[in-house]
């Protein structure tokens, strides 16, 4: 596989934080009666505001937006226990030396991601796409539409990695190829992804000109 930058999702892909939003959203669903199993099946790679519209119709926009509000501060502020994936900052140190244009491109609200890629220790993305810029999350291509703009790269270009059923449908209705990273085994259209590893540290990128080369390399 082969492209000019890369479009990273964060949580799941780079960083590990299942603990904390399992732990924020099941409070959520316990709080308001809601089974939890649903909640955790839903909220994976769509932004909050759309997960909470989704389990509370008939609510008014600004209590969704208080609830929003105290998600928001229980995960910016809830950093134990998260941690960068492996390979995630050794791929992305790589990039930075290979000069390769990359982004984060994330759900989360720019508080959240900021605070998870410094827990995480991540070195700093040259442009990160948050929640706040993007009305339309993923499913939606708009999140990856806008990561590919702010690059200067055309979406077909971008090389996006994923984790999530959500981010996957998103990178791909964007036009861009996609590196899918232990997805769910229902993931649809998994026949259009690149490729598919089970781990970030399966990937071995070289440079070629302009281009970055994507490979799989066997890890033991």
């Known amino acids: ?14 960083i590990d934080l299942l603990p ?6 099941g409070n959520w669903a316990r709080r308001h009666g809601v089974p939890e199993a649903e909640v955790l099946n839903f909220i994976h790679g769509k932004q909050a505001i759309t997960s909470l519209r989704h389990f509370m119709p008939g ?7 208080h609830e929003y509000r105290l998600l928001e501060r229980f995960e910016a ?7 960068a994936l492996p390979g995630a900052r050794e791929l992305l140190t790589e990039l930075n030396r290979l000069q390769l244009p990359w982004a984060i491109v994330t759900s989360g609200s720019l ?3 900021s605070a998870r890629v410094r827990a995480g220790q991540l070195p700093a993305p040259p442009v990160l ?14 999140p990856y539409l806008l990561g590919a703009e702010k690059l200067g790269l055309r979406p077909a270009d971008c090389i996006v990695v994923e984790d999530a059923i959500a981010g996957i449908q998103s990178g791909l209705a964007a036009g861009c190829p996609v590196i899918a990273v ?26 070629e000109g302009d281009f970055a080369l994507v490979s799989r390399r066997e890890v033991a």
């Open 111 to 113: 508080p959240v991601a």
């Open 77 to 83: 502020e809830t950093i134990e226990g998260v941690s």
């Open 20 to 25: 904390v939003v399992e732990l924020a959203w």
């Open 59 to 65: 609510q008014s926009e600004e209590t969704i937006q």
């Open 182 to 207: 232990n997805p769910p085994p229902d993931t649809p259209q998994k026949d259009a992804v690149g490729m598919i590893v089970a781990s970030l540290q399966q990937l071995r990128v070289t440079r």
């Open 1 to 14: 596989m082969r492209g000019l930058g890369f479009l990273f999702d964060l949580d799941g892909t780079l």
């Open 129 to 142: 796409i948050t929640a706040e810029q993007v009305p339309l999350g993923k499913t939606q291509p708009d």
